[in-house]
């Protein structure tokens, strides 16, 4: 079955770096785009990234524009989300999710990220 | 700045109808913009109701539809039960490859 398991978060002090990893096993990965979505703690869900089939395609969402990148290495199933200059608003729970017509059909269970001094 | 609408909070009666929305602070919500819908409980992840407007997600039950009504997308629930007691979020597509969730809708089984 579609299985996505994100790693790599963590605490983080502000102006740090984390990078998270998505590792899919089900599907034939290369063949679908993924999206990075976040949640913070007691708020609704948040779009922050989206990346094509072959990794070409890049997008973000306005509040992560220019900090985060997204990208992916199909040889080893994995989508990896960079986060760079994290702040204490980036506190919350990362999950990839896969793409499915302009929408999202299997979410991870989610990595937390927590910024914090 | 566009923002995507959703009724903060809903209440039904067990097997009762309810009907969550999902519009656009300025301008229409079509099928353009593959409106999706996702439940989500305290402590667990999303999980994929309908996608492209009206497409249930995999053992989806088929009390659950999406639709269009108006200039809004809809998520209908039929015959509402206890479990189904969730946050209920919707997601549109931008263009441009961007996407935006609505704030939530808390619906309430009672």
């Known amino acids: 079955q579609v299985q996505l398991l994100e790693s790599g978060g963590g605490a983080v002090q502000p102006g740090g770096s984390l990078r998270l990893s998505c590792a899919a096993s089900?599907?034939?990965?290369?063949?679908?785009?993924i999206h990075w979505v976040r949640q913070a703690p007691g708020k609704g869900l948040e779009w922050l990234a989206y990346?094509?089939?072959?990794?070409?395609?890049?997008s973000y969402g306005d509040s992560v524009k220019g900090r985060f990148t997204v990208s992916r290495d199909n040889s080893k199933d994995t989508v990896y989300l960079e986060m760079n200059s994290l702040r204490l608003e980036d506190t919350a729970m990362y999950h990839c999710?896969?793409?499915?017509?302009?929408?999202?059909?299997?979410w991870g269970q989610g990595a937390l990220v927590t910024v914090s001094s | 700045q566009t923002v995507v609408t959703q009724e903060p909070s809903f209440s039904v009666s067990p097997g009762g109808t309810v009907t969550l929305t999902c519009g656009l602070n300025?301008?229409?919500?079509?099928?353009?913009?593959?409106p999706s819908w996702f439940q989500q409980t305290p402590g667990q992840s999303p999980r994929t109701l309908i996608y492209n407007t009206n497409t249930r997600s995999s053992g989806v039950p088929d009390r659950f539809s999406g639709s269009i009504l108006g200039n809004k997308a809809a998520l209908t629930i039929t015959g509402a039960q206890a479990d189904d007691e969730s946050d209920y979020y919707c997601m549109l597509y931008m263009g441009s490859g961007t996407w935006l969730f609505g704030g939530g809708t808390k619906l309430t089984v009672l």
């Open positions: 089900g599907f034939i990965f290369s063949r679908y785009d």
């Open positions: 990346i094509g089939k072959n990794g070409h395609y890049k």
């Open positions: 999710a896969r793409d499915f017509t302009w929408s999202i059909d299997h």
């Open positions: 300025s301008g229409s919500v079509s099928s353009a913009s593959y």
